[in-house]
């Protein structure tokens, strides 16, 4: 268990958590979908994951570490079976959150459309998550992250300038773009609902979030500061003071020194004097100093660097592994991850000065025949 989390969970228990008494009934998916409806009952919704009978996960691996099914029980359904629908409208009269994330027109035919759910709970927040929205040219047809990211424009930024653009995992749409849009969509409705009394149908698409996200670089381009292409850019890893840096035993330093004390602070710890380097946000000087400061770099270690910037300012720190980053100082001593002998995981967040949020636990499978379900 992280340092410092045992004493803050005990606290937290005694405490509600911000959206306790919230009923959340998720169509199990990947990507996007499992992430939102984690978010939310990480932050206290009972939630209920409908598995279809069958099902598998198509990418493997062991489920006991699909941490994004975490804070919810699973309940195994035919969908297209009539005890299987007949068991779901029971349950969306109890639900103030719907999410599914299956192609446009598929709950339509499933007979639990948003026309015939909404009316049998007025107050139901129904929620369709998908890659191109629920019309368009695009939306019958499949697609994953990188191809919602390259048709929205941010794919063509990232990456090498002399190279093919770089996917960045698929942080940016799945999780960005489309699980976080989702949560402040529902989080918004469920606000709205306490005005109204009503719900509503909410077109989560994961293009559209990306979109939002790129709202400063999309300014930043029309005002002259910053490049179409890739390279020559502030933040793409151009700019000596803002990229990485590989060290004497094949690892890397990120630097971010863009503000000018933190760009005089980094020169200041590699020995060089920031005095000469007065015009660092001109761009054609960029190429020549990274030259100039890489091979400086390469002579200790990535550990000996985070040493010598300890007692410095300057937005330097080690480019760590995911399990070197389990066992970091900063996130042992925040209790940032939850780590056993057995496997680690993200704690839920952000945190609350007077709730509490749920302590991820073991995901159970249980049926109707066993009173299902308990909680709700």
Not at 50 to 64: F, H, Q, V, W, Y
Not at 210 to 238: A, Y
Not at 337 to 348: C, K, V
Request: glycine share 12%.
């Amino acid at each position: 268990m992280a340092a410092g989390h045992a004493d803050t969970n005990s606290n937290e228990a005694r405490r509600q958590m911000p959206l306790e008494g919230v009923k959340v009934l998720e169509f199990t998916g990947l990507g996007p979908t499992p992430f939102g409806a984690m978010m939310l009952c990480d932050l206290g919704a009972s939630g209920i994951r409908i598995e279809r009978a069958g099902a598998t996960n198509p990418l493997g691996g062991d489920p006991k570490f699909d941490f994004l099914f975490r804070g919810r029980p699973s309940l195994e359904l035919d969908i297209k079976s009539h005890e299987g629908v007949e068991t779901i409208l029971e349950l969306v009269q109890k639900a103030d959150v719907l999410i599914e994330g299956y192609r446009p027109g598929t709950m339509e035919r499933l007979g639990l459309g948003p026309d015939r759910l909404c009316e049998l709970n007025e107050r139901l927040v129904y929620t369709r998550m998908s890659g191109w929205g629920q019309e368009g040219p695009l939306s019958q047809k499949a697609g994953h992250d990188i191809n919602y990211l390259a048709l929205s424009g941010g794919l063509h930024p990232i990456g090498p300038f002399d190279g093919a653009p770089t996917p960045p995992l698929n942080l940016v749409g799945n999780f960005g773009g489309g699980g976080m849009l989702m949560v402040v969509g529902v989080l918004a409705a469920l606000q709205e609902r306490q005005r109204s009394g009503r719900g509503q149908v909410l077109d989560v698409a994961m293009i559209d979030g990306i979109s939002v996200l790129l709202t400063q670089l999309s300014g930043w381009m029309q005002m002259g500061q910053w490049n179409s292409g890739r390279g020559g850019n502030l933040l793409d890893g151009s700019a000596y003071f803002y990229r990485c840096y590989e060290t004497a035993d094949g690892r890397h330093i990120a630097v971010g020194a863009l503000e000018k004390q933190f760009h005089d602070a980094f020169l200041t710890g590699l020995g060089f004097d920031p005095l000469d380097f007065d015009d660092y946000l001109n761009p054609e000087h960029w190429a020549s100093r990274a030259e100039l400061l890489g091979p400086v770099i390469k002579t200790k270690t990535m550990t000996e660097w985070e040493v010598a910037f300890a007692g410095l300012d300057a937005c330097v720190t080690p480019v760590l592994t995911l399990e070197e980053a389990s066992r970091s100082e900063t996130n042992r001593t925040r209790g940032s991850i939850i780590a056993t002998d057995l496997s680690f995981q993200p704690r839920p967040a952000p945190r609350f000065s007077s709730s509490s949020l749920r302590y991820p636990h073991e995901t159970v499978t249980a049926s109707p025949a066993d009173g299902w379900p308990p909680h709700w």
